[in-house]
């Protein structure tokens, strides 16, 4: 699987890791849904922390992302806009 930060990159993650990446997501979710500033903050940095912990895929290659972060300095407000009932992550 292959995920983007915007602004920052893509990084490879192994497939077994996708639930371990979904249930991070869902932590955000929530924290979001519940309008929960601090626990956003420490959700969404969970969840990119998780996916730098991959691969870093190197910049002169070019890959199709699997699913797509925004910046590491979003807003709970910018974050409202963009996550759906199933989050960041689909799956």
């Known amino acids: 699987m292959i995920v983007r930060i915007m602004g920052e990159g893509q990084w490879r993650l192994a497939d077994d890791k996708l639930e371990q990446l979904n249930a991070v997501d869902t932590d955000l ?3 979001v849904s519940a309008g929960d500033e601090e626990g956003f903050k ?3 940095g969970a ?3 998780f996916v730098r912990g991959g691969e870093r895929v190197p910049d002169t290659e070019l890959h199709d992302s699997d699913a797509i972060l925004p ?3 979003s807003t709970l407000a910018e974050m409202r806009e963009l ?4 989050g960041l992550i689909a799956g």
């Open 83 to 86: 996550i759906s009932g199933d």
């Open 47 to 49: 969840l990119l922390e």
């Open 42 to 44: 420490a959700a969404f």
């Open 29 to 31: 979710e929530k924290a």
């Open 71 to 73: 910046p590491g300095d």
